[in-house]
Antibody, heavy 125, light 109 residues
Framework: QLQLQESGPGLVKPSETLSLTCTVS??????????WAWLRQPPGKGLVWIGS???????HYNPSLNSRVTISVDTSKNQFSLKMSSVAATDTAIYYC?????????????????WGQGSLVTVSS | EIGLTQSPGTLSLSPGERATLSCRAS???????LAWYQQKPGQAPRLLIY???NRATGIPDRFSGSGSGTDFTLTISRLEPEDFAVYYC??????????FGGGTKVEIK
């Protein structure tokens, strides 16, 4: 059974960098046909896709967050990570990692079928 | 960017009733690249439907999806107590098309 688990600090100061890691178990992060994604959900609000990465390192980002976000992958550890710079209170949210179906050859990113439990990150001094 | 509008915002129904949720896109969704998710309080979203009408693994057949173009519907034929939750639609395809609707809350009347 595939499982994803987010880890990282729950509190980040304004203007600093948010860092989270997702550990994948039960399958290889290098399995063909899947991207690995980060999403977030501000308290009481809807879902926002942040970005996705393939095992090769190819990334796609939400244009509204692109300038502040970096997603990386470590296939040897079966992990992928999110860094978001210059955070503000509006970045306070539950951050989810998820597996995303894809058609890599066409750069098509599809639906999310497995999700982590989520990690609450609060931006506050 | 294609926007997704879900309606109604809240649906108040009783167990056993039929629920009809709407997701309208601002532009036509190619290849019916639309999914539905269920989210309960304190939990991650769960994939229900992909490709507009295909049930995900393990999803009961009381859940069905339909539609094409700009208008899509999620139907729950008979509400069970565990179906009261928030439902989101998601458009997918090229990365600039990845977006979620604002959600519909199905609450107990």
């Amino acid at each position: 059974q595939l499982q994803l688990q987010e880890s990282g600090p729950g509190l980040v100061k304004p203007s600093e960098t948010l860092s989270l890691t997702c550990t994948v178990s039960g399958d290889s992060i290098s399995s063909p046909g899947y991207y690995w994604a980060w999403l977030r959900q501000p308290p009481g609000k809807g879902l926002v896709w942040i970005g996705s990465i393939y095992s090769s390192g190819r990334t796609h980002y939400n244009p509204s967050l692109n300038s502040r976000v970096t997603i990386s992958v470590d296939t040897s550890k079966n992990q992928f990570s999110l860094k978001m710079s210059s955070v503000a209170a509006t970045d306070t949210a539950i951050y989810y990692c998820a597996r995303q179906h894809a058609i890599p050859a066409a750069n098509y990113l599809l639906n999310f079928d497995y999700w982590g439990q989520g990690s609450l990150v609060t931006v506050s001094s | 960017e294609i926007g997704l509008t879900q309606s109604p915002g809240t649906l108040s129904l009783s167990p056993g009733e039929r629920a009809t949720l709407s997701c309208r896109a601002s532009q036509s969704v190619s290849s019916n690249y639309l999914a539905w998710y269920q989210q309960k309080p304190g939990q991650a979203p769960r994939l229900l439907i992909y490709g507009a009408s295909n049930r995900a693994t393990g999803i009961p057949d009381r859940f069905s999806g339909s539609g094409s173009g700009t208008d899509f519907t999620l139907t729950i034929s008979r509400l069970e107590p565990e179906d009261f939750a928030v439902y989101y639609c998601q458009r997918y395809g090229r990365s600039n098309a990845l977006t979620f609707g604002g959600g519909t809350k199905v609450e107990i009347k």
